[in-house]
């Protein structure tokens, strides 16, 4: 069934895959895990998900209801996993700030709260859109929550070790391509697969 997927998308996600794996095989060998511990957890959660969707679609295919409901779910998961890892490089910079950390911690909260009452509601008109309509929102929260930690870090010359500095950048960028993806790409490729085209797996 894997083969039946487009060839660009089947590239991406087995090079989305590849770095993944590379990455928290590096964090393994260097000891790194200890450092960042939720931001290689969204790493195994995003490569659990790759193995579950390889699973499903190879042996359920792409549109019985099983894999539709657990590809999504796993997608769910993923997107918040991803937004917990965000939060901790906040920490990471904010977290010796503690009247800082405080006031932020409490917005993120709420905003989070305010994503997920959405998500819910909207899941109303399926269960897909719901979790689209979450990864939206978080991703959202995550590229401004990016944003304002080097703004903040650079107005009060908060010094930021590069490790933590480039994976906050490289979490910014990657939010800014899912929304990207979720608002634009996935709208032209819906309206293709009701022209008959093959229907895509979730994805991390």
Not at 47 to 59: D, E, R, S
Not at 105 to 129: E, M, P
Not at 141 to 163: K, M, N
């Amino acid at each position: 069934m894997l083969a039946d997927m487009p060839t660009l998308t089947l590239a991406l996600w087995g090079l989305a895959t590849l770095l993944t794996l590379l990455l928290f095989c590096r964090a393994i060998v260097f000891s790194q895990i200890s450092e960042f511990p939720f931001f290689f957890l969204y790493l195994f959660i995003n490569l659990l998900q790759t193995a579950i969707g390889i699973f499903l679609y190879q042996g359920y295919g792409f549109m019985t209801a099983f894999t539709f409901r657990l590809a999504w779910t796993t997608q769910g998961i993923v997107v918040i996993a991803r937004a917990v890892a965000a939060a901790e490089i906040c920490y990471l910079v904010l977290g010796n700030y503690k009247g800082i950390w405080a006031l932020a911690s409490r917005i993120l909260g709420f905003c989070g709260l305010v994503v997920i009452g959405l998500a819910l509601y909207f899941g109303k008109s399926g269960y897909a859109h719901g979790i689209i309509t979450l990864e939206v929102g978080l991703e959202a929260g995550i590229a401004t929550g990016i944003v304002g930690l080097f703004l903040f870090a650079r107005y009060y010359q908060v010094r930021v070790v590069p490790v933590i500095g480039q994976l906050g950048l490289g979490f910014g960028i990657l939010s800014c391509f899912k929304i990207f993806n979720d608002l634009i790409v996935q709208k032209s490729q819906k309206r293709r697969r009701l022209a008959g085209t093959t229907p895509r797996p979730a994805r991390s």
